[in-house]
Structures are given as structure tokens and as C-alpha cells.
């Protein structure tokens, strides 16, 4: 009895151990690959902290300006399909209006599409409805650390911008 006891102890014992012994094999490989990994993240953390640092001193020496795009429409109708922005030839502004916001441009309310941040200098910016050529299209120039608005008023005659 005392030798099953034994026996049956020997092969606990031996059950207990073998799953640490395979676990110290494991994290030598999962620490490889959490280190690599890790590596990665900070490289990309050093990528964005750069370009960040790079906003924040363009934005503290006053060079971006605050931009906003609005919409104005009296025939919401031209609109139906969607509405799509582009600056400097980049789409900032791509997607179909809501019944509200088209309801809201049909009671002459302006509808704001767009924030940016741009340097200063001149911009292209183009208005058009989805799947259509650019319809309305605009140069502006833009002094360093200013706050405007572009307004595309969308009327029978085509599209008609202006800076307030």
C-alpha cells in the first residue's frame, strides 16, 4: 500500500511538474515576440511624437490658419446625391446629406461640412456633387494664424464661393 502510495505520488508530483517545465520553455519565445513587437510600437510612438511636435510649433509660430467650409443651397435638390470638398486637389469631404441637414439647407440655413488647418498661402478648393466633375471651383489665399470660412453657396447658376 505504502508503495502505491508512492507510485501515485511520483506520478502527481511528475503531472504537477511537467506543465511548469513547458511553460519556461513558452515565455522565452512570447518575450521574443512581445519585445519585437514592442520595438514597434515605440518606433511608431517616436513617428507620431515627431509629427506632432512639428503641429504644435507650426501652430504656436501662428503659420496654420483655421478654416471652415460651409454650404448654403436655396435648391437642395442639386445636392440630393451628396456633397464632396476637395482642398488643394485632397478630398476633406465626401458623403451623402442627411433629410435634416437637407431640410435645414432648404430653409437657407448654412451647414458647416469641413474644419481644417492649412498653412498659409494660396488653396484650391473645389465643391461637386458625388459621382459629378467639380462644379464650383475657387482660389483663396490665406495670411498666417487666421480664422476664416468659405462659403459655397449653391444656387440656379451654379456654385458661388466667398471668404468671410
Same mark, same amino acid.
Request: net charge negative; hydrophobic share 45%.
Given at each position: 500500500?505504502?508503495?502505491?502510495?508512492?507510485?501515485?505520488?511520483?506520478?502527481?508530483?511528475?503531472?504537477?511538474?511537467?506543465?511548469?517545465?513547458?511553460?519556461?520553455?513558452?515565455?522565452?519565445?512570447?518575450?521574443?515576440?512581445?519585445?519585437?513587437?514592442?520595438?514597434?510600437?515605440?518606433?511608431?510612438?517616436?513617428?507620431?511624437?515627431?509629427?506632432?511636435?512639428?503641429?504644435?510649433?507650426?501652430?504656436?509660430?501662428?503659420?496654420?490658419?483655421?478654416?471652415?467650409?460651409?454650404?448654403?443651397?436655396?435648391?437642395?435638390?442639386?445636392?440630393?446625391?451628396?456633397?464632396? %470638398?476637395?482642398?488643394?486637389?485632397?478630398?476633406?469631404?465626401?458623403?451623402?446629406?442627411?433629410?435634416?441637414?437637407?431640410?435645414?439647407?432648404?430653409?437657407?440655413?448654412?451647414?458647416?461640412?469641413?474644419?481644417?488647418?492649412?498653412?498659409?498661402?494660396?488653396?484650391?478648393?473645389?465643391?461637386?456633387?458625388?459621382?459629378?466633375?467639380?462644379?464650383?471651383?475657387?482660389?483663396?489665399?490665406?495670411?498666417?494664424?487666421?480664422? %476664416?470660412?468659405?462659403?459655397?453657396?449653391?444656387?440656379?447658376?451654379?456654385?458661388?464661393?466667398?471668404?468671410?
Amino acid at each position: 500500500m505504502k508503495r502505491a502510495i508512492r507510485v501515485a505520488g511520483a506520478f502527481v508530483g511528475l503531472a504537477l511538474a511537467a506543465p511548469r517545465a513547458l511553460a519556461a520553455d513558452a515565455p522565452r519565445e512570447t518575450v521574443a515576440d512581445y519585445e519585437a513587437r514592442l520595438e514597434e510600437i515605440a518606433k511608431e510612438v517616436f513617428e507620431i511624437r515627431r509629427e506632432l511636435e512639428g503641429l504644435v510649433g507650426e501652430l504656436s509660430r501662428g503659420e496654420l490658419n483655421r478654416v471652415f467650409v460651409f454650404l448654403e443651397s436655396r435648391s437642395p435638390e442639386r445636392i440630393k446625391t451628396g456633397v464632396r %470638398v476637395e482642398v488643394d486637389g485632397k478630398t476633406v469631404f465626401s458623403r451623402t446629406l442627411t433629410p435634416a441637414e437637407t431640410d435645414a439647407l432648404g430653409r437657407g440655413l448654412p451647414l458647416e461640412l469641413v474644419s481644417l488647418w492649412l498653412p498659409a498661402g494660396s488653396h484650391q478648393v473645389v465643391l461637386s456633387g458625388l459621382g459629378e466633375a467639380g462644379a464650383g471651383s475657387q482660389s483663396f489665399s490665406l495670411r498666417p494664424g487666421g480664422l %476664416v470660412s468659405w462659403v459655397a453657396a449653391v444656387g440656379a447658376s451654379g456654385v458661388e464661393w466667398r471668404s468671410e
